[in-house]
């Protein structure tokens, strides 16, 4: 498989001169600079192209080329977004950057509520707090009937913690929810953007009436679209998973199982319709087999995301570190070396150690942390492969 790194352009504070130094073979990157639904021109793919293999490292994966909310939401300009998106992708196919990931979760993407969750040994790594990700919900955003949404027993824990919560850590909450972890991702509200909560309620209300079939419907309008303009170039579109697998805010989540993955790959039964295999997001579902999953869809994997997390009982769950926890990295290297040996993977969410916590890195993307995973996964590759070598397996 190859080793890939999320990169986040030429303002990285992490350089590609590191990155070769640390066995880097690929880079994850996107054109951040350019606004959602905007077209992506053949000269700024061109231009960032060969500023990487000018550091002796291939574009190998576009992580990610936007889905515009109207696109998800079916608003009046989606056909004219998707025409957009059309050309960003041939123009990326006449570059030769031909593996896309993306999404197409409603309004936010990933979700933590602690970015800092300390660990025993002095590292940190992100968290899900069911409970803070509740009285954000009914007591932040007050979403209209969001208390329908939880438990008796949750929501007396809710208005437990109401008694007792700071108004920084409120401020904390709003930002690790939908400021930090959004923005520097292309998201819907970014660092500095006033009364984001405002925001975010307003983003909210474009999903009114959007159920879960309403939405797989959008997402099959738009593959179909867009799958002519794959074809043509060779372009591999890679949707990634619910991150966490579960339905949120309200909002309909459509890539969250075994179920939700063959509808989708059944729905646009076309080769570069495939999966960013993310075993962090399928592993923070407790009703997910994730090598059993890998098993099943790794010849429609295009991408795979190598990170873990451990489930507790209450339904939260913790980032774990790269060889520990639901996500079973170690098999899932063995299916996808046996499958794909040319896979392109990211290790994901890093730990933050030593002195990552002092960089001001976006979250989940340390340096040392993500440096102690990317060794942990070459040892384990290394091992694979001789065990293939041997017929081991």
Not at 135 to 142: E, G, N, S, T, V
Request: net charge negative; hydrophobic share 40%; with cysteine.
């Amino acid at each position: 498989m190859e080793k890939t790194w999320r990169w986040f352009g030429k303002k990285d504070k992490i350089t590609l001169t590191m990155l070769r130094q640390i066995g880097v073979e690929g880079i994850v990157t996107a054109l951040h600079d350019i606004p959602n639904g905007e077209i992506w021109s053949f000269e700024a793919i061109t231009d960032l192209k060969q500023y990487i293999e000018s550091f002796g490292l291939r574009w190998s994966v576009v992580e990610s080329l936007p889905v515009s909310e109207a696109i998800k939401y079916a608003g009046a300009d989606r056909d004219q977004l998707i025409d957009n998106y059309k050309v960003s992708l041939a123009n990326l196919g006449k570059a030769g950057v031909t593996t896309v990931c993306y999404n197409f979760m409603p309004v936010i993407d990933w979700i933590r509520t602690d970015l800092e969750y300390k660990w025993e040994d002095g590292a940190s790594s992100l968290c899900y707090d069911s409970v803070k990700f509740a009285y954000f919900d009914c007591l932040i955003l007050k979403r209209k009937g969001a208390e329908k949404d939880y438990t008796t027993e949750e929501l007396a824990k809710v208005y437990a913690l109401d008694k007792k919560i700071t108004e920084t850590e409120k401020e904390q909450l709003i930002d690790a929810i939908i400021v930090k972890t959004q923005g520097f991702v292309n998201g819907n509200i970014k660092e500095g953007d006033q009364n984001p909560v405002a925001i975010f309620n307003r983003l909210l209300k474009l999903y009114a009436g959007i159920d879960r079939n309403q939405l797989r419907e959008n997402l099959k309008y738009f593959l179909t679209a867009i799958m002519p303009v794959c074809d043509e170039w060779n372009v591999s579109m890679c949707i990634h998973p619910d991150d966490p697998p579960r339905q949120v805010l309200g909002l309909p989540r459509i890539v969250t199982n075994e179920e939700d993955i063959a509808w989708l790959l059944n729905a646009v039964d076309n080769p570069h319709n495939g999966l960013t295999f993310c075993a962090g997001s399928l592993s923070s579902g407790i009703h997910n087999d994730v090598p059993d999953l890998a098993k099943k869809f790794a010849e429609r994997t295009c991408f795979v995301h190598l990170r873990s997390a451990n489930v507790l009982p209450d339904g939260n769950f913790i980032e774990a570190g790269h060889l520990e926890g639901r996500g079973h990295l170690i098999e899932l290297v063995r299916i996808f070396e046996n499958v794909n040996p040319s896979l392109p993977f990211r290790v994901d969410h890093g730990r933050l150690m030593l002195d990552d916590a002092e960089k001001g890195y976006n979250p989940g993307y340390s340096f040392h942390g993500r440096m102690f995973a990317l060794a942990q996964m070459d040892g384990v590759m290394a091992t694979v492969k001789d065990e293939i070598n041997k017929g081991i397996i």
